[in-house]
T-cell receptor, first 113, second 118 residues
């Protein structure tokens, strides 16, 4: 069964600190992996996308890594800001032309002063 | 670029009425759009895949007669919740697959529609 698990479930950090979110998946065949940021009451917004051959991708203060061998990904947020408070969702696309996305349950991040 | 809009952003209706939600790709064509439902503190759950000019494909457990989907053009898909009940209250999100970016299977999400059925 295709699954995406994220940890931690929730996280509180102080403004300016760094943090790392984890994603483990068992999706097969693998097509690509995305990290999304979802603000409360809003739709998800794409942060990064990585295919099988890519092991790191940056978007400003967000850096995602991918280890296709161990089927793990991480999202590192540098110098966090209050506006980073949101749910971060790891999404893995199933290959084979099915266009199916498997969503993680998300990590709820809260950045405090 | 690649903006997806939804209308309305929120709606409150009485039990038994029908509600239509629109999903539009504003600056690109989307032969395929997806409808998701998200309950509080849960992940997005795919309800159906909407293909322009053909019938939608529904996920297991989703009633096609209750959730009517129409994808009449390359930029518009609609979801109609018929005879809505309080248990249909949820956050409905659509996404549009960019026709020109099939290789990366890029989906762009709308901002969501909050449905509350009284």
């Amino acid at each position: 069964k295709n699954q995406v698990e994220q940890s931690p479930q929730s996280l509180i950090i102080l403004e300016g600190k760094n943090c790392t979110l984890q994603c483990n998946y068992t999706v097969s065949p693998f097509s690509n992996l995305r990290w999304y940021k979802q603000d409360t009451g809003r739709g998800p917004v794409s942060l990064t996308i990585m295919t099988f051959s890519e092991n790191t991708k940056s978007n400003g203060r967000y850096t995602a890594t991918l280890d296709a061998d161990t089927k793990q990904s991480s999202l590192h947020i540098t110098a966090s800001q209050l506006s980073d408070s949101a749910s971060y969702i790891c999404v893995v696309s199933v290959g084979g032309g099915g266009n199916k996305l498997t969503f993680g349950t998300g990590t709820q991040l809260k950045v405090e002063l | 670029g690649a903006v997806v809009s939804q209308h309305p952003s929120w709606v409150i209706c009485k039990s038994g009425t029908s509600v239509k939600i629109e999903c539009r790709s504003l600056d690109f064509q989307a032969t395929t759009m997806f409808w998701y439902r998200q309950f509080p503190k849960q992940s997005l759950m795919l309800m159906a895949t909407s293909n322009e000019g053909s019938k939608a494909t529904y996920e297991q457990g989703v009633e096609k007669d209750k959730f009517l989907i129409n994808h009449a053009s390359l930029t518009l898909s609609t979801l109609t919740v018929t005879s809505a009940h309080p248990e249909d209250s949820s956050f409905y999100i659509c996404s549009a697959r960019h026709s020109g970016r099939i290789r990366t299977d890029t989906q762009y999400f709308g901002p969501g529609t909050r449905l509350t059925v009284l």
